[in-house]
């Protein structure tokens, strides 16, 4: 008894971050914001093991942190963003474009709640406000 183990689970000890990128990409690759220690045989492995996605082929560089110099009663301070570490995945069939969640044309859903708000705005309210 005391040699068997129950199932076990490994969690990863790193995070990535999908980010959509400033300018456009082809369909086939994706940008992540990645830990500075990972390799790019580790962001392969993440993402084939973990999330079952086919990776082609890895990019990485590494963006230095913006500084800012701020100044305080007189004195000037130098603040440094932290560095980050950016992978671009080709993925190896399949294709990735980020949603529109905020498109200018607009959902009819949107148009029938901004009707009704005015609805609302005119009516009465029947909560008391409190007198102070």
């Known amino acids: 008894m005391a040699g068997k183990l129950g199932r076990r689970l490994f969690l990863p000890s790193w995070y990535i971050k999908l980010v959509r990128p400033g300018v456009d990409l082809p369909d086939n690759e994706v940008m992540f914001h990645v830990p500075l220690k990972m390799t790019?045989?580790?962001?392969?492995?993440?993402?084939?093991?973990?999330?079952?996605i086919r990776v082609a082929k890895v990019n990485t560089r590494i963006q230095l942190g913006k500084t800012r110099t701020i100044v305080t009663k007189g004195v000037p301070q130098k603040k440094k963003r932290p560095d980050v570490k950016v992978a671009y995945i080709t993925l190896a069939d399949g294709t990735f474009r980020f949603p529109?969640?905020?498109?200018?044309?607009?959902?009819?859903d949107e148009k029938e709640v901004a009707s009704t708000k005015g609805e609302h705005d005119s009516k009465e309210s029947t909560v008391a406000t409190p007198v102070w």
């Open 40 to 52: 790019k045989l580790d962001i392969r492995n993440y993402l084939e093991k973990i999330y079952d």
């Open 100 to 108: 529109n969640l905020f498109s200018k044309e607009g959902h009819k």
